[in-house]
């Protein structure tokens, strides 16, 4: 009953200091040999068919699990957070709000940080101890994705996986850096690969359980992976708080642009993919890339865990085909 539940990344360091076990709910359903299942379970509860499938999965996550408590991070993640945890209550869970500030100001996100010390009773000296500890396997992700884009030794599969990870380290770091640095001594004895397209992927992981498959499939390679790469915190940052504050992903999409553009040009990227989960508040957000990203993009819409629908992957293998050419 150590364990510490969260519906999206939050100062995993905090979670550590207190001696708990992370866990990112979304790693829990998403792997979960039965995620579908899990969907269904939600419906059975009473969720609308029309809620997200993440927040569905989330919840029967926390339903048939055991956490000590819940961390609900209610401003910079899904709009639905705040009646998800309250339908958790009725399951008998403590919940911990937390709030990444929309206008990303310093004082404001402290707050947070110290509240959430405060519930787990811990102080600025340990927060910091394990901040400094964590910075060794928050720089075997830089090496992974460097690995993947510069080196091309590494698929766009394997760097989500790993990436996607670092949001509560498999619930320990030091076992996760262990294997992660046995990976990347493998990785570095391979050939490297000769894709035909280089793609970029933005918004949050899919839901599709064979999306790298299929594009990897098609000739071409996924060698930005933008929201799995901010899970690592892919910036060298003074302090925690810096650390969050230089966090893109619960600041909107003008907060996310600058870094998606650079990596753009940086990584020799011919085309993007964005993706968007139905039902999500983000879908409306494809309307500012679209304006400002100046390369071939595909939204490509996911509902329910599995493998690509029929229409979806159609869609795909157009647009690869179109930048083959």
């Not at 379970?41 to 408590?69: I, M």
């Amino acid at each position: 009953m150590n364990r510490i539940g969260f519906t999206t990344s939050i100062p995993v360091e905090i979670i550590l200091a207190a001696g708990k076990i992370p866990v990112d709910l979304n790693n829990i359903f998403i792997e979960h040999p039965q995620a579908q299942q899990l969907i269904t379970q939600a419906e059975e509860a009473g969720y609308p068919r029309n809620t997200c499938g993440w927040v569905k999965g989330l919840y029967a996550v926390a339903a048939t699990h055991d956490f000590e408590s819940l961390i609900a991070v209610m401003q910079g993640d899904c709009s639905n957070t705040q009646a998800l945890m309250e339908t958790l209550v009725l399951k008998g869970y403590k919940i911990m709000p937390f709030a990444y500030p929309f206008d990303r100001e310093r004082k404001a996100l402290e707050e947070q940080f110290n509240k959430l010390m405060a519930f787990f009773n811990v102080n600025q000296d340990e927060l910091l101890a394990v901040w400094r500890n964590l910075k060794h396997v928050r720089q075997l992700c830089r090496e992974l994705d460097l690995m993947t884009w510069r080196d091309n030794l590494i698929s766009g599969w394997e760097n989500h996986r790993c990436l996607v990870s670092s949001s509560d380290f498999n619930g320990d770091p030091a076992e996760y850096a262990d294997k992660l640095e046995t990976f990347l001594n493998e990785a570095r004895t391979r050939k490297p690969f000769k894709d035909q397209v280089r793609l970029a992927y933005i918004g949050v992981p899919p839901i599709f359980t064979d999306f790298y498959e299929v594009v990897e499939s098609m000739g071409a390679r996924v060698v930005f992976n933008e929201i799995q790469r901010q899970f690592s915190m892919p910036y060298e940052a003074a302090d925690p708080v810096e650390q969050y504050l230089l966090y893109t992903y619960p600041y909107g999409a003008f907060a996310r642009l600058p870094d998606i553009t650079h990596e753009l040009a940086l990584r020799d990227v011919d085309g993007v993919i964005h993706y968007t989960q139905t039902f999500c508040f983000r879908q409306i957000e494809d309307i500012i890339y679209r304006d400002k990203i100046k390369l071939p993009l595909l939204t490509l819409e996911g509902d329910k865990p599995g493998k690509l629908d029929s229409r979806s992957r159609m869609r795909l293998e157009s647009f690869i085909s179109m930048l083959k050419t």
